[in-house]
């Protein structure tokens, strides 16, 4: 069942600080300064990372961020200017969303095989192999190559002859 007092934004890694990652609104159905609302961040598991803007809600990146998989939560609580105040507070979870940002490296190094000749087409000749930071789909590897002689197979890296 979902938690009404729990919010979920994500961030990409490659934001900036300073950039607003959602805008908190509480509304007071009161007038004047009963109904006028102030923002502040009363619990954050990582402190000194967000800030919020007292009067317009703004939730602002401090720091620019790396995925790990972390997941920043921070209650958010909205005080209204009675002579009695009255709050209510919103929890957040923040997750940081991986991007495309780190090349494939190769695992192995081939620095020379030898296929007999007049090998058959499909006859294998050897394999390559890379791994990716990135997670999700933009850390899966696909290999491609120019070559009159030879094809790889894009998911494995295994080479074959071609002709």
């Known amino acids: 069942q979902r938690d009404p007092s729990l919010r979920k934004s994500g961030v990409v890694e490659s934001a900036s ?17 009963n109904g006028k609302v102030t923002y502040s961040i ?3 598991s990582d402190p000194g990372i967000f800030s919020l803007d007292s009067v317009s809600g703004d939730l602002r990146l ?4 790396t995925f790990s998989g972390k997941v920043y939560k921070l209650t958010i609580t909205a005080t209204d200017h009675g002579s009695v105040q009255l709050s209510s507070s919103q929890n957040i979870e923040i ?3 991986d991007i495309n940002d780190n090349a494939p490296v190769f695992t192995d190094g081939i620095s020379s095989t030898s296929v ?21 789909p933009a850390g899966i590897v696909n290999y491609n190559m120019s ?3 030879l094809s790889i197979e894009p998911m494995t890296g295994k080479v074959s002859i071609s002709s």
Do not use: C, H, W, Y
Not at 17 to 33: F, H, K, L, M, W
Not at 116 to 136: I, L, M, R
């Open 42 to 44: 009363t619990v954050e």
């Open 62 to 65: 401090l720091k620019k961020l």
């Open 116 to 136: 007999v000749e007049n090998s058959p087409k499909g006859t294998f000749a050897f394999k390559v192999s890379a791994t990716d930071q990135d997670s999700g």
């Open 147 to 149: 070559s009159k002689f």
């Open 95 to 97: 997750t940081v969303i």
């Open 17 to 33: 600080p300073g950039t607003v990652i959602r805008r908190i609104q509480a509304i007071d159905i009161d007038s004047e300064n």
